[in-house]
C-alpha cells in the first residue's frame, strides 16, 4: 500500500466553504477511482500546522495506482475546480505503508 500524503497552505481569502467543497470533491474519489483505498481530509494536528494546516492522505493499492489516481478524470476535475482556486502552496509526498 502507498499513502499519498499532502499538506496544503491555502490563500487567506479562501473561506471555510471553499475549503469544505475541496475537502468533499477530494473525499468522494474513494471507490470513485480504481486503486483509492482510502481518502483522509482534515486539520493538521501537528506542531508546525501553521506551515501546512490542511493534510490529505490517500490510501491507495500499489504506486501504479498513485500513478491512475494522479491521472485520473475525476482527479483533474477536482483539483482545478475545487484546490487551484484557494491553493497557497502544497507539499506532496508518497510512502510506502507497512
Known amino acids: ?12 481569502s479562501a473561506s ?3 475549503v469544505e467543497d475541496a475537502r468533499r470533491a477530494l473525499t468522494a474519489l474513494r471507490g ?4 483509492v483505498v482510502g ?8 506542531s508546525s500546522a501553521s506551515d501546512w494546516p490542511h493534510v490529505l ?7 501504479v495506482s498513485v500513478e491512475r489516481y494522479l ?12 484546490v487551484k482556486p484557494i491553493l497557497g ?3 506532496a ?4 505503508a507497512p
Open 32 to 35: 470513485a477511482v480504481p486503486g
Open 16 to 18: 471555510p466553504l471553499q
Open 39 to 46: 481518502v483522509t481530509f482534515g486539520p493538521n494536528l501537528a
Open 71 to 82: 491521472a485520473h478524470p475525476l482527479h483533474v476535475d477536482a483539483v482545478a475546480k475545487y
Open 57 to 63: 492522505v490517500v490510501a491507495l493499492e500499489d504506486f
Open 1 to 12: 500500500m502507498i499513502l499519498h500524503v499532502v499538506l496544503f497552505r491555502f490563500v487567506e
Open 89 to 91: 502552496a502544497r507539499l
Open 93 to 96: 509526498a508518497d510512502a510506502e
